[in-house]
Nanobody
Framework: QVQLQESGPGLVKPSQTLSLTCTVS??????????WSWIRQPPGKGLEWIGY???????YYSPSLKSRTSISRDTSKNQFTLQLSSVTPEDTAVYYC???????????????WGQGTLVTVSS
């Protein structure tokens, strides 16, 4: 059973880069056909898909966030990381990592989720 756990700072200052790591257990991030995503939910709003890194290492980002987003991985640690640059208070949200056994660019198609971590952008 694959499990995911987010970790990272809970407070980031405006204009800085938000960095979160997802640690995967119970399966490998290089297993064929798995796609590893980041999603966020601002307070009082719906889920927003941010991007994924595939089992192959290829990446794809939401067009609305593409210019500020980078997703990478460390296969030796079985982790993948989100970096979101030039953050503003509007980036305050609960951030989740999740996975699916197919390409998924919408939250509802993701099969296994981490518990989420709140990141607040504030000076």
């Amino acid at each position: 059973q694959v499990q995911l756990q987010e970790s990272g700072p809970g407070l980031v200052k405006p204009s800085q880069t938000l960095s979160l790591t997802c640690t995967v257990s119970g399966g490998s991030i290089t297993t064929n056909y798995y796609y590893w995503s980041w999603i966020r939910q601002p307070p009082g709003k719906g889920l927003e898909w941010i991007g994924y890194i595939a089992y192959s290492g290829s990446t794809y980002y939401s067009p609305s966030l593409k210019s500020r987003t980078s997703i990478s991985r460390d296969t030796s640690k079985n982790q993948f990381t989100l970096q979101l640059s030039s953050v503003t208070p509007e980036d305050t949200a609960v951030y989740y990592c999740a996975t699916a056994r197919t390409i998924a660019t919408m939250a509802r198609y993701l099969e296994v989720w981490g518990q989420g971590t709140l990141v607040t952008v504030s000076s």
